[in-house]
């Protein structure tokens, strides 16, 4: 049996201005009719009806244009025996779901399974051999030993300071301090062979064993040029040298008022 249909016309619209009316809890008051108008703009069929059915007597009202001329509908429930199709379906979809997962663990290879002989007992399945990878060579622990020393003129028993401090066949280095001391870190397990260069002075080198950890002392000679030995020409000798810049460097700036 068909439902009986509700449509809203609009015989006469209001001539009254939606914004000069002052808001209200269901809408906006009207000043000239003295009436609350409901906005319905924002409602759908079943609450236009709704709001219909518990107002007494005419009722002032805004709608869309596609709210007018036309019957209103209310949704319907759908049938219970949707509802009861929807949840079995979800439920057939979830044991599909374990199913699979189910097969994926079972499919699983953990190696060789057993299969029966003629005897009735249980033999392995035979698989083939693994490919073999060849075996790496050993590689060094990554291990360092810290190699520390002093630096000095082999005239005079000072210790020379900037002196570079390499490991040879590497980036690895570093250079004395100010008393001609150095610290090395190079990897254990390996004689380390250290180059000690410094302007004015011959190169030296010097093999030293990493487990040993004493303090190592190196002596440099001055460079000779044309059959001389150059010993400590002032000022330009490089300790020399080294000390006035650093009392430069260091001196504080002081402003002078002009």
Known sequence: MPQPTTTVRIPRPCAESWDAMTPAAAGRHCAACQKTVIDFTQKTDAEILATLRRAA???????????????LVIPTAAPRWRVWLGAALALAGILAAGRVAAQARANYYAGPQPLPNATGSAALKPTSPAPTEPAEPPTATGELVTLRGTVSDASTPTGLPGVTVRLQGTDIGTSTDGAGNFSLAVPAGQPARLSFSFVGYAQRELLVSTPDTQPVAVALHAEALGGLVVVQPWPWHPRSFFSWGKYWLTKPFRREAY
Not at 60 to 71: E, H, M, S, T
């Open 57 to 71: 007597g005419e009722t002032c009202g805004r709608l869309r244009a596609d709210q007018v001329g036309r019957p």
